[in-house]
Structure formats: structure tokens, C-alpha cells
T-cell receptor, first 113, second 114 residues
Framework: AQSVTQLGSHVSVSEGALVLLRCNYS??????LFWYVQYPNQGLQLLLK??????LVKGINGFEAEFKKSETSFHLTKPSAHMSDAAEYFC???????????FGSGTKLNVKP | DVKVTQSSRYLVKRTGEKVFLECVQD?????MFWYRQDPGLGLRLIYF???????EKGDIPEGYSVSREKKERFSLILESASTNQTSMYLC?????????????FGDGTRLSIL
């Protein structure tokens, strides 16, 4: 089975600063990778996904992520944090015919004014 | 847009009760999933279904069962609720086929067992 590791359960940045949320996965085959965002008392919303092709993927709200096979990583970045980015972020890997997902434990992003 | 609707946002039940959580999706997706979400543990898969009347156990199926009588509806059943089942429950759906499709989530049901 897959495993997904998100380093840092809580990350705090100042408004306007770079956001970097880390995700590493274990996979012996090319994975399908996803980032989701969860605002308080809501479900998960897709930010971006990597399936094939370009390794730098752009998503909604100015976020992007880079797939690095050699590092088995898929870190999420945003050049300039906004107060509205405060939320919990989940990295996920999918596998199998039934599109089963494996989620990381999540990273809560706090944005300070 | 895909819409996944969970019948209740908040639910309070008592120990020993039989609890039903309902989920409906409107995009004719074959796959449906039930997760529970607990702080620091991320999302853990309880059960999933890849077709009507078909179900598969996830990583933590103990104490739960599911029902999928119609393609659009997937129900999670707590046969005899216990306090350790207090959690946030999330339903998701996705189309069949390759694993490159995102799952689409409902808003969740926050369940408290007293």
C-alpha cells in the first residue's frame, strides 16, 4: 500500500510570504498525485493534480506543485500568502482500478497579518 | 460541477443507537467512498463501492457497514454506535477507470456519540 508523509502538521507564515507545504510519497510506479484544501467545517476541495506530462502543475488560488520523481516529492507552493489561504491542506496519492486514495495527515496553514 | 450531498452537517446520537449517514452524488459516478477524519490522522477509508450493490472494505471497516442500492446513493451505517465513532465523516465520489481522476467530496457530517 501507498504511504504519504506531510512534514509539519502546522505551518505559520506571514501574509505576503512564501508558502511551502511538503509532501513525500512511497511508490514504486509513477503515481497520480493530488493536493486538496479544507476550510473549516467544509469538505475537501481539489487544488491541483499531477497525472502525466509537465512536472510543474498549476492549480487554483495561485498554488502550484512540482513532481520530483527522484525525491518522491510533490511539494505545494504559493509565492505570496493571503489571509484567505488559512486552511488545512492534504496531499494524496491514488492507485488501482477503483481510484483508491491514500491521504497524508494534513498540514494546517496559519497566515499572520 | 459535481455535487456530493451529505444529508446532515451535524448529528448527535446515543451509544448503542443504529446510525445512518446518507450521501448522494449527481454525476453518475461509479465509485463512492466513505472516510472518517480525525485530528492528526488525516482521512482514513472506511468502505468504498465501485458499482451498485458492490462494496469493499477500506482500512478501518470495523463497526461500520454500507449500502448501495442505487448508483447515486451510498449509505454508511453504524450498527451500534460507540463513543469512539465520534468523528467527522466525509463522502466522496469519482468516475470509474484509471486512477488519475480526482475524488469529489461532500461537506461532511460531524457526528457526536454521547
Amino acid at each position: 500500500a501507498q504511504s504519504v508523509t506531510q512534514l509539519g502538521s502546522h505551518v505559520s507564515v506571514s501574509e505576503g510570504a512564501l508558502v511551502l507545504l511538503r509532501c513525500n510519497y512511497s511508490s514504486s510506479v509513477p503515481p497520480y498525485l493530488f493536493w486538496y484544501v479544507q476550510y473549516p467545517n467544509q469538505g475537501l476541495q481539489l487544488l491541483l493534480k499531477y497525472t502525466t506530462g509537465a512536472t510543474l502543475v498549476k492549480g487554483i488560488n495561485g498554488f502550484e506543485a512540482e513532481f520530483k520523481k527522484s525525491e518522491t516529492s510533490f511539494h505545494l507552493t504559493k509565492p505570496s500568502a493571503h489571509m484567505s489561504d488559512a486552511a488545512e491542506y492534504f496531499c494524496a496519492v491514488s492507485e488501482g482500478n477503483f481510484n483508491k486514495f491514500y491521504f497524508g495527515s494534513g498540514t494546517k496553514l496559519n497566515v499572520k497579518p | 460541477d459535481v455535487k456530493v450531498t451529505q444529508s446532515s452537517r451535524y448529528l448527535v446520537k446515543r451509544t448503542g443507537e443504529k446510525v445512518f449517514l446518507e450521501c448522494v452524488q449527481d454525476m453518475d459516478h461509479e465509485n463512492m467512498f466513505w472516510y472518517r477524519q480525525d485530528p492528526g490522522l488525516g482521512l482514513r477509508l472506511i468502505y468504498f463501492s465501485y458499482d451498485v450493490k458492490m462494496k469493499e472494505k477500506g482500512d478501518i471497516p470495523e463497526g461500520y457497514s454500507v449500502s448501495r442500492e442505487k448508483k447515486e446513493r451510498f449509505s454508511l451505517i453504524l450498527e451500534s454506535a460507540s463513543t469512539n465513532q465520534t468523528s467527522m465523516y466525509l463522502c466522496a465520489s469519482s468516475p470509474s477507470g484509471a486512477s488519475n481522476q480526482p475524488q469529489h467530496f461532500g461537506d461532511g457530517t460531524r457526528l457526536s456519540i454521547l
